[in-house]
């Protein structure tokens, strides 16, 4: 927030209803009646990322006069975030930070937020309303339940099997979609559509598994119902919205004189595709900005290959050089160099022949976006969990490079950062605390081969026949 000109101390406001025309001078406020919204939308996971996301697109509907599509908040384990909506008649801030200052604004889209444990009647009564057309998630993809092995949805889990066990409060959003989809179609009424918002390489797929595979648990014309009549569409999103800690939080109330208990701030940069496949309405979201489109596949494959793809490759060479920001490590012009030359050399000849995507566009505004001062992501948070995003993201590259005979230094380099980043230390000997289900595993076997990557390449899961190809082998030690 440092490019925002400081305001007087002793003048921040609460945020509410009946403090908006007051904000309003310094921020951008609704433009419209939120009592005439109707809440025909309703998503599970109110987090960060939606705030700054799905809700601002949703407040952009309604600012030109679409109020059909207000949205209900669900939250299955945050009682905080009630606390902190609720005084606050569900408003909140989003600051928009940009290279050359922060805009701030004011998004009244969400009409009321339901914390599960408390108001579970509430939460099924609300799916169960004729008037939902829509569902979205952002769950994070272990609230999916996924078999690590088969990718199909675990039954067999405690807290699935918990929720079949009892009547409620469920701990699983697929138990609560269930129970409606079935209350639906009990009173002939249509379904809603479901729509995944996490960042899976197949969200709309893994939220049919899920919630086919919940029905199947319960009743199996239930499940050939939701089978048959739910659309799930699958969606690519992309904003960058860190978390913030208590000083962050204060600098927005002090820039903004807002006193807001959950304020997001994200990049000026948003993305919404989503397949156009729906149970019923659909949003007017091609008004504000989103993109409907038959097939999703190349905008997801263009992300995760060279976004999801390039953070991996930043954030193991940028942690093990000190860095610990994207910005610090783009402000490192061997780092700045390295990524530009990942993504045109290796990553977008890969790309070409397979998507009518302007890669060379999206290379640059990638590029932009990393380096932005405004909106420091942490290294540690896009380096976790490289046992899942590594195989997801950047080994495919890898593997078709190496298949087609290409270029595949960049990438090597990325990979042997990561094995070097599993050995705990920076290259400084600076202790790395990793953050992966199977750090553990993984580490045992990048110290045993420190002279050698097979014995970690030799999981198969995750870096599947690498370890055949003696002249990668090589170049990798």
């Known amino acids: 927030m440092s490019n925002v000109v400081r305001l007087r101390r002793n003048t921040e406001i609460p945020l509410n209803n009946a403090t908006l025309e007051l904000h309003a001078r310094r921020l951008a406020v609704p433009n419209y009646d939120r009592s005439a919204l109707t809440e025909s939308v309703v998503h599970v996971g109110v987090g960060g990322f939606h705030r700054a996301h799905q809700g601002t697109y949703f407040d952009d509907l309604a600012r030109l006069g679409f109020t059909e599509w207000g949205v209900s908040g669900l939250g299955l384990h945050r009682r905080r975030l009630k606390e902190a909506l609720e005084p606050q008649d569900c408003l909140y801030t989003v ?39 829509l569902v979205t998630l952002t769950i994070t993809g272990d609230g999916y339940h996924r078999d690590a092995v ?18 409620g409060p469920y701990t699983t959003a697929w138990a609560y979609l269930v129970e409606a989809l079935d209350r639906r179609r009990l009173a002939g009424l249509p379904p809603f559509t479901v ?7 197949d969200n709309g797929g893994a939220a049919r598994k899920a919630v086919v595979g919940f029905a199947a648990q319960r009743s199996a014309r239930l499940a050939k119902w939701i089978e048959c009549n739910v659309a799930f569409p699958s969606t690519m999103v992309d904003r960058i919205t860190p978390v913030l800690n208590d000083a962050e939080i204060a600098g927005i109330q002090y820039d903004f004189g807002i006193i807001d208990r959950c304020p997001v701030v994200a990049e000026p940069f948003r993305q919404w595709v ?31 290959r060279l976004l999801n793809g390039s953070h991996c490759a930043m954030s193991y060479l ?37 998507v009518t995507i302007d890669c060379a566009d999206y290379q640059s505004t990638l590029l932009e976006r990393f380096s932005n001062p405004g909106m420091p992501d942490k290294l540690s948070r896009l380096a976790a969990r490289g046992s899942v995003k590594m195989p ?72 599947g026949s690498l370890v055949d190809d003696v002249v990668f082998v090589e170049a990798l030690e």
Not at 98 to 112: F, I, K, L, Q
């Open 95 to 133: 600051v928009e930070q940009g290279s050359d200052g922060a805009e701030g604004r004011v998004v009244g889209s969400m009409c009321r937020y339901l914390y599960t444990p408390d108001e579970h009647v509430q939460a099924i009564e609300v799916l169960a309303d004729e008037r939902t057309a």
């Open 150 to 167: 088969t990718g199909d949805f675990d039954a067999g889990c405690s807290a699935v099997r918990r929720d079949l066990s009892q009547a």
């Open 195 to 201: 729509m995944s918002c996490d960042n899976l390489p």
């Open 274 to 304: 989503v397949e156009d496949a729906f149970s019923g309405s659909r949003p007017p979201l091609d008004e504000v900005g989103v993109e409907f489109v038959s097939d999703i596949s190349p905008h997801k494959l263009v992300k995760t």
């Open 318 to 354: 940028g942690i093990l050089l000190g860095h610990q920001t994207t910005d610090a490590a783009m402000s490192d012009s061997n780092v700045y160099r390295y990524v530009e030359r990942l993504m045109r050399t290796e990553v977008s000849p890969l790309l070409r022949e397979r």
């Open 392 to 463: 997801s993201y950047l080994l495919p590259s890898l593997h078709e490079g190496r298949a087609e005979n290409r270029p595949t230094a960049m990438l090597t380099l990325a990979l042997a950062a990561w094995i070097r980043y599993l050995r705990g230390y920076d290259l400084q000997g600076k202790p790395i605390v990793i953050e992966d289900q199977r750090g553990s595993e993984l580490r045992t076997l990048a110290l045993t081969g420190l002279a050698d990557p097979r014995p970690l390449l030799n999981v198969r899961d995750v870096f």
